[in-house]
């Protein structure tokens, strides 16, 4: 770009559904693969986000973020946006999950709200990158090449004849350069997967897309025109919160259940080459990984000479190949191989390393069941903080509360429960009825059962209290909720 042209305008979006069953039991329904920090600092979804922010330059504007996700999962996004430092623009909010070609319609239909037709950059939520820096350059060479009217796919260049993958074969062996794409096959078997690594030309398809918001949505009505009219559709009877803070958009529910649901590849990409729209691939060496089971954690994790790669409190002899990740107490090792040890406060995941797929049979047994284990962890975030509940018979349950600061729970009551609060960290201001107070560390108070009540954190350090309930019936649903700063009301 020369001085003084203007920089291209680059959407960034996260598509951030999926549940991530084969990371079971650290990943839950409820606070899935992308939410969880597997390697470094950072959850998979904040890395994904800093990836993405890190492509602004002189000659790129990056607008704020768009997340495309699901309702339940909209706090986690912005609470970790926050902890991360990351402006979100919008996160729209599926009422139920379509698969991707849905999702990118509604991100390039909600891009060209400015008025602008900005070039997206379209990334999954749970990846691992290891060099970021050859990332960026990938990514800035597709947006220039978007910019011309391509739809641009991010090829990972393939280290082994991968069988879980499918793959992107150029019309050429592209060296490195961009390249036109020939064509998208579907996950070979081993033989085929061979012979694609031995010819070159061949790329795994990572789900990375750069594509300007009118090529998007013109491709999609060109191969998949029923797509295309169901999402417009659902978009246009869409609501946004009254929060201006929260920034949620939400597609009409019922328009938006009508939509087919298929991927991008199937609905567009597989379609392309040949076609009037140029199909092109970018090759990536950057250490992709997309952590899709234990293994493939245990392989970006450091190991030890043994090949262990052990989190939290591990002690393991005479062990090799190993990985474990102990969450809240001891786990020890002696005499195994090629195991993998996934220790929860409410579960633990014992299996060969080499059967990690078969993780998904677990989860799917624990659905049928209607367990919680499927579900929610023992710590269940809320967009207030966060509770874990630390013991419970028939007729009491015990928490530990943590509100964060100048955050409060729902204006509420129950109907079968009592609670007793005790604080033991920070100030808290408390609803009962027609009264409020505050208590500090050590003093307590009693919501007797069908009482309104609040709880309310006006300090700036974290509140922490112990919650006793007791009463007939605990369940989480016995909440009515009369006001709530987060949108909940009535839930």
């Not at 559709?233 to 009508?258: L, T, V």
């Not at 298929?262 to 567009?268: P, Q």
């Not at 709880?455 to 007939?472: A, D, H, K, R």
């Amino acid at each position: 770009m020369s001085s003084g042209q203007t920089p291209r305008t680059v959407q960034p979006v996260i598509l951030c559904g999926g549940s991530g069953t084969r990371l079971w039991p650290l990943s839950r329904t409820g606070f899935p693969k992308q939410f969880l920090c597997l390697a470094g600092n950072e959850s998979l979804f904040q890395q994904s986000a800093h990836r993405l922010t890190a492509l602004a330059s002189a000659q790129f504007e990056v607008l704020p973020l768009l997340v495309v996700t699901g309702e339940s999962h909209r706090f986690l996004v912005n609470e970790q946006l926050r902890e991360a430092g990351i402006q979100l623009g919008a996160a729209l909010l599926e009422p139920v999950g379509r698969n991707t070609a849905p999702a990118l319609t509604l991100a390039a239909l909600a891009a060209l709200e400015s008025g602008q037709d900005p070039i997206l950059a379209v990334t999954p939520s749970d990846h691992v990158v290891e060099n970021i820096a050859a990332y960026t350059a990938a990514m800035q060479e597709a947006i220039r090449e978007a910019e011309e009217g391509s739809i641009v796919t991010l090829g990972v260049e393939p280290t082994r004849p991968e069988t879980g993958y499918g793959y992107i074969q150029a019309a050429n062996d592209a060296s490195g350069h961009i390249e036109t794409v020939r064509r998208f096959v579907e996950k070979p078997d081993l033989a085929t997967a061979k012979g694609y690594l031995e010819a070159g030309g061949f790329y795994w398809n990572a789900g990375i897309f750069v594509v300007k918001a009118s090529v998007w949505l013109a491709a999609v009505a060109r191969f998949r025109p029923d797509i295309a009219e169901a999402t417009s559709k659902a978009w246009a009877g869409r609501k946004q919160d009254s929060n201006p803070e929260q920034k949620f958009i939400r597609p009409d529910p019922e328009a938006f259940a009508a939509i087919p649901g298929e991927s991008i590849d199937y609905a567009v990409m597989e379609h392309g080459p040949g076609s009037e729209f140029a199909i092109k691939v970018v090759p990536l060496a950057a250490g992709w990984n997309d952590v899709g089971a234990w293994d493939a954690v245990w392989n970006v994790l450091p190991r030890d000479e043994s090949g262990n790669a052990h989190q939290g409190d591990v002690i393991a002899q005479d062990s090799r190949n190993t990985l474990v990740h102990a969450t809240s107490r001891l786990v020890g090792l002696v005499g195994v191989e090629n195991l993998v040890v996934v220790e929860t406060p409410d579960a633990v995941l014992v299996a060969d390393k080499s059967r990690s797929q078969d993780v998904k049979h677990i989860v799917n047994a624990l659905g049928k069941q209607q367990r919680e284990e499927h579900m929610l962890h023992r710590k269940v975030h809320r967009p207030w903080g966060w509770y874990d509940s630390i013991d419970e018979d028939e007729r009491f349950k015990v928490k530990r509360i943590q509100v964060n600061p100048k955050a409060s729970l729902s204006l509420q009551k129950h109907h079968h429960r009592a609670e007793h609060w005790i604080v033991v960290k920070g100030t808290a201001e408390i609803t009962c009825g027609e009264k409020t107070f505050l208590l500090t560390e050590n003093q307590s108070t009693y919501i007797p059962l069908g009482e309104v009540h609040r709880l309310y954190n006006p300090g700036m350090v974290p509140l922490e209290l112990i919650e006793v309930q007791s009463g007939t019936y605990l369940g989480e649903d016995d909440i009515v909720r009369l006001a709530d700063d987060f949108g909940r009301s009535g839930q």
